[in-house]
């Protein structure tokens, strides 16, 4: 019951810090229209993006996934586990794309990277983006000591029952 419990709390903890970033990151894109909508006042220049940059689609689809794996860890039986688990890990795989594009940036211009906005090989993220990621590591850890100890109740059982 306890380590059920701890999932449970610990995904939503995770969930509200996401959240947060996630309100933090769209305050930052409120803020950058309005300058982009002033300057245009000003100089009649418009300053065009091609789509969400990697670091707000990253956010938006890691608040996604936290969201399903709460709705998850919710839920009884495998059926937690294992819509818990697939989720955290898409999650691990989107923070490894994300970083992947640091280093391809790197890749391409290797003295201009250093001036580009990043946190912990992030471009874009912050020191909470890295917190999140190292809870979400910490809450896979603890779904596969769950897996492991309810395998181990289940070899003793089958034990037990052979031995009997």
Request: proline share 1%; charged share 15%.
């Amino acid at each position: 019951m306890l380590n059920r419990l701890s999932i449970k709390a610990f995904t939503l903890a995770i969930f509200l810090a996401a959240s947060l970033n996630l309100v933090w990151q769209g305050y930052r894109m409120h803020r950058a229209s309005v300058e982009r909508h002033e300057m245009f006042q000003r100089t009649g220049f418009v300053w065009c993006y091609w789509g969400p940059s990697l670091d707000e689609s990253a956010r938006f689809f890691l608040e996604l996934l936290l969201i399903v794996a709460l709705i998850g860890s919710w839920t009884r039986g495998f059926k937690r586990r294992a819509v818990s688990f697939v989720c955290l890990a898409w999650a691990v795989v989107i923070y490894f794309f994300w970083w992947r594009d640091y280093f391809l940036l790197a890749e391409i211009s290797e003295s201009e990277v250093r001036f580009s906005p990043q946190f912990g090989y992030l471009l874009g993220g912050n020191y909470l983006d890295l917190c999140i990621a190292a809870w979400i590591a910490c809450l896979i850890l603890l779904h596969l000591r769950l897996a492991v100890l309810s395998m181990f109740r289940s070899l003793m059982r089958l034990t037990a029952e052979i031995l009997t």
